[in-house]
């Protein structure tokens, strides 16, 4: 069982929004970054938000994160079938000294 | 253009070693924290080990310690990874990611493809 603890699915239809949380502790998400990764089927995970709410170049501003005390929340507007991915948060943890990452959403576009 | 590339996977049985590497291209490599990030079959994500861009430091999970020994060769531009002592449940897509930043930010902006090792007998 993860830290850092996130829904194992979701799912909506094309064109809606989707929020994915993530939940840690003060020592991970409380007091540090979070960043979020898209893991398409079969290839490597890709950063799409850093440091709570940064999005690199590249990724579509359709693509939003936020924080709130020991939570994280990844947005998702306008789903798209290509959308269909495990997504993952993470974080460093101060007191473990180790990188967590959050379980993974599998998110369903019907 | 940024790219990582992976390779020294393989089936290996249970107390066999086996070493991994990372050769990256596109950037400064020395300025960069290297990380190593596996994922069992089906399963999440977990960070295994990083190194300081200039290799004077390095660390470990819980899991791995005193069995991995994370390395780098910066005239090479690659990364390493020596795992001894494998268990079963080192099975695993080791994947070597880049730090997004110079000041190891602990977010990783670019992965390798992945190499499969399998621990069986």
């Known amino acids: 069982q993860s830290v850092l603890t996130q829904p194992p699915s979701v799912s909506t239809a094309p064109g809606q929004k989707v929020t994915i949380s993530c939940s840690g502790s003060?020592?991970?998400?409380?007091?540090?970054?979070v960043s979020w990764y898209q893991q398409l089927p079969g290839t490597a995970p890709k950063l799409l938000i850093y440091?709570?709410?940064k999005r690199p170049s590249g990724i579509p501003d359709r693509f939003s994160g936020s924080k709130s005390g020991t939570s994280a929340t990844l947005g998702i507007t306008g789903l798209q079938t290509g959308d269909e991915a495990d997504y993952y948060c993470?974080?460093?943890?101060?007191?473990?000294?180790?990188?967590?990452f959050g379980g993974g959403t599998k998110l369903t576009v019907l | 253009e940024v790219q990582l590339v992976e390779s020294g996977g393989g089936l290996v049985q249970p107390g066999g070693s086996l070493r991994l590497s990372c050769a990256a291209s596109?950037?400064?490599?020395?300025?960069?924290?290297m990380s190593w990030v596996r994922q069992a079959p089906g399963k999440g994500l977990e960070w295994v080990s990083v190194?300081?861009?200039?290799?004077?430091?390095?660390d470990y999970a819980d899991s791995v310690k005193g069995r991995f020994t994370i390395s780098r060769d910066n005239s090479k531009n690659t990364l390493y990874l020596q795992m001894n002592s494998l268990r079963a449940e080192d099975t695993a897509v080791y994947y070597c990611?880049?730090?997004?930043?110079?000041?190891?930010?602990?977010?990783?902006?670019?992965w390798g493809q992945g190499t499969l090792v399998t621990v069986s007998s």
């Open positions: 003060s020592s991970n998400i409380g007091n540090n970054y």
């Open positions: 190194i300081s861009g200039s290799g004077g430091d390095t």
């Open positions: 440091d709570n709410n």
């Open positions: 993470g974080a460093w943890d101060s007191s473990l000294s180790t990188v967590l």
């Open positions: 596109g950037f400064i490599f020395s300025s960069y924290a």
């Open positions: 990611a880049k730090d997004r930043t110079v000041t190891t930010s602990w977010s990783f902006d670019y």
